[in-house]
């Protein structure tokens, strides 16, 4: 019989546990993945990797040979070798979790998770709509949608005799256009870490914005251009973002909100109760979670047309968060929808102007200068010229604009 606290190495002890955790070839798993084990009641099934010996020396068994065999191996940039079987998958479970719609799936999406925050019906939305994330809102609302993992291997050239180079040896100007290239192929790129040789990015998700792989219809009709300001009211000089891209940054703002509140709520608990040591080191113990990561400010207009930036993370004379969450209600979240919209679009334009500056900067394009609207005048040297010519081209078709 298995004991609870027993680490059984043989595969006969093994198969016996398959064995009692398999009822007509399917696992006698309940809703939360545990299983009835004699003598010892429900055990929860990812306690195999703890049990069971065998199973540690199985996957490791497994994982040598995918990486002694050369069959397995392909030829990369740099003369590195890449491997079917990688030591470090979370990513790669998390991926195939919520493309099952499995149970950890369903706890992010009822409403279970505190750090996960859904809006049924909102003025700033409209609908079901998740805030905070994307790729939720995404999958929830789109049963059938599957999405996919993928590593960057590294940046190769046409030039016959270049082997590529790794992360570690691209330089800046090839790492951006690396992930310009994966954006325009419809990837969202996860964070990169600096002593990784990789990253990875997400595909089949919608991104918001301009559609590159859907800019136009089998028929010629042009599905995604890029809005002009004039068009919809915003005359302030603003490089306008689509409204599905205001409105995703909208729902991070709403998002980040309600975490600095709950932040808040429990800081004061614990103040009360003195539980300060059960607390959260740095999202409690230094207060981050009750300071704004995301919407650190907003930039306002004053009465002469000048923009003034508003600091919701002000850390001086004394400023507290508590503070500081009064500052952010007071200039973003008691004003208008319409308001924000504004305060959220002028953000953005702000961070594309620093984006132009940074490509600029790469050598990737020249800024000529301004013309009489405070419009950019931008010569490209090193961007995907297609890419530029098919979003040119669709926003002429569509405003009835004569190339020039």
Known sequence: MLSST???DSPTSFLQFLRDISKNGKLNVDDNMAYSLRGSGKVRLETIYDRFAFTKN??????NYRHNSDQLTVL????????LMSDNNYMSDVVHDLNMRNSDFVEL???RDPFIYRKLEDDAFGGKHFIGSYVLDQLSNNPNLRIGLHNFIGFRTDNK???GSDYFDISHTEDCISKLCILESGGIIMPTLSDKKSWTFVSGIKLPGIDYLKMYAPNGTILSVPEIAESIGMIDGNIMQQEDVIDLFMSYAYSEYQSVKDAEKALDQMKEDGTKSTAVANY???EQGARFSSLLGVWELDNN???TYVS???KKDGHTYKDNIKTAEEHFFSKPISEQRKLIARNLDHNTRNEIQNLADLGLIDVIGFDNKKNYVIKNIGLNNSAIEGIYSAICAKYNIKKG
């Open 6 to 8: 027993n680490i059984e």
């Open 58 to 63: 199985l996957a490791t068994w497994v994982y």
């Open 76 to 83: 990369g940039t740099g003369k590195n070798k890449f491997y």
């Open 109 to 111: 999406t009822d409403g």
């Open 161 to 163: 005799d270049d082997i």
């Open 284 to 286: 409690y113990t230094k």
């Open 305 to 307: 047309g000048d923009e």
């Open 312 to 314: 919701f993370n002000d």
